[in-house]
C-alpha cells in the first residue's frame, strides 16, 4: 500500500461526513481506507437513522475497508500492552502500522505511538 494513503480514524469520517471541506482537500483523489473496527462504530450507533447509515455506506463503498489479520492482531496486541490503548484504537493503529499507512486522526492519543505515521487533525 502508498506511503501516501491515509487510514482514516472513526473521528475523521464523521468530520468528513459532516462536510468538513479541509479534511476532503487532504484527501484529494486518493482511496480512504478504514479498519472494519471504524466501519463497526460508524453503522453501530443505536441511534443511527435509515438516511444516516445510506449515507455512511454510500461513504463506506468509496473505502478500501481493511479487516482482521492474524499479523493485525499480533500487532495490536503488541501496542495495546506498550500503550494502554483502548483495544479498538489499538486494532487501528496497528491496522495504519501493518499495512503502511499514514493515520489520519484527531485523536492525540495516539501520539503516544513513535513507530506509527500520524497525520494529526484539528478543527
Known sequence: MSGNSYLLDTNIVLYLLGGDKVLAGILGNRTPYVS?????????????SAAEERTIGHFLDACFIVNMSQEIKNLAIQIRRKSGLKL?????????EFNGLSLLTADTEF???????????SK
Open 36 to 48: 472494519y473496527i471504524t466501519e463497526m462504530e460508524l453503522l453501530g450507533s443505536p441511534k443511527l
Open 88 to 96: 479498538p484504537d489499538s486494532i487501528i493503529a496497528a491496522t495504519a
Open 111 to 121: 501520539n503516544k505511538l513513535k513507530s506509527l505515521s500520524i497525520l494529526q487533525y
